[in-house]
């Protein structure tokens, strides 16, 4: 089922266009990849999906329904982790997320319950009555996330959640979403850090210019820019005819020695021919000393497709 659907979505404002006929399509249970450079329109366009910002025209639906801006019942559904903390310092943590949590209805002894669940989910039920300018800045944007997912929504909407913070707290966010994904969470997560959507999302969509310009998988991302693949295998010397003999395998395109004792091959990305070149070699006993395959990686997609790092304005 598809739990957002955005048709041919813009967003001006005044001369400024935002989104550019925008379609996105979530299935239930993604994590949402949401990649593109500074200007690309990403959070207008997460904007518009949590009813914070009207859309200039076309169609936005979530959970089946079209969005209007006075649906509380589907904005009840979702949560919103926003690059900017959305915490108050002069509340304790647990007051932070009853404040929040109270926002979708909840009072009394389920409002304290799921407050506490929310700050036991993150880490920080043992900080329940700490004010979080006494926080690290993990632990302040675990707090932003216990507040935005008490109400236990089914779609998180997450704007760059890890940002300025330290490994240890990076690792703990990443797999707290992991988490909340595998207890039914649809995630949309955005990132400047690629190695994190790389890691987490199963489903990546390229902005620019605010339109997807490209979206799918990691592997079906990268086979946009390359459809081959480059391995180098060090054996103990070289041998004679086993370049040819490489060459009649099925998918590999060129075989050269590069130095004394290095096999440079160049094979279709469609075919995993690095098993039946492993096994030709240790049929002609020759030792393998190393192997060596170039990976092309999210970043270089992105480079390719948008000519921008993802931090470029």
């Not at 391995?231 to 009649?248: A, F, L, P």
Request: hydrophobic share 40%.
């Amino acid at each position: 089922m598809k739990i957002v659907e955005m048709k041919d979505v813009t967003k001006k404002f005044d001369q400024v266009v935002a989104t550019d006929q925008l379609s996105l399509s979530i299935e239930r249970g993604q994590i949402f990849g949401l990649l593109g450079p500074n200007g690309a329109g990403k959070s207008t366009a997460i904007n518009m999906l949590c009813g914070l910002i009207k859309k200039t025209t076309g169609e936005i639906d979530l959970f089946g329904e079209p969005l209007q801006s006075e649906a509380l019942d589907i904005k009840k559904k979702i949560g919103l982790v926003p690059q900017d903390l959305a915490i108050y310092q002069e509340l304790t943590a647990l007051e932070n997320v009853k404040f929040f949590a109270g926002l979708y209805g909840f009072r009394g002894a389920e409002l304290i319950e799921k407050s506490k669940e929310a700050l036991r989910f993150v880490g920080l039920l043992d900080k329940e009555n700490i004010r979080p300018d006494k926080f690290s800045g993990g632990m302040k944007r675990r707090l932003n996330i216990a507040c935005a997912i008490a109400h236990t929504p089914e779609l998180v909407v997450m704007d760059e959640p890890t940002v300025g913070i330290d490994p240890q707290s990076r690792n703990y966010i990443l797999e707290s979403i992991r988490e909340l994904n595998k207890k039914g969470a649809t995630i949309i997560y955005t990132s400047h850090y690629m190695e994190e959507v790389e890691e987490i999302c199963d489903y990546i969509a390229i902005m620019d210019h605010g339109k997807v310009i490209a979206e799918g998988t990691e592997q079906e991302l990268v086979s946009l820019v390359t459809d081959i693949k480059e391995v180098n295998i060090v054996v103990s010397e070289q041998m004679d005819g086993i370049k040819e003999t490489i060459k009649g395998i099925k998918g590999v395109e060129q075989v050269n020695w590069t130095g004394t004792s290095t096999l440079n091959i160049i094979a279709k990305n469609e075919t995993n021919v690095l098993n039946s070149i492993l096994s030709l070699l240790l049929e002609r006993k020759l030792e393998i000393l190393e192997v060596n395959q170039e990976k092309i990686n999210l970043e270089t997609v992105f480079l390719n497709l948008t000519g921008r790092n993802l931090r470029d304005e």
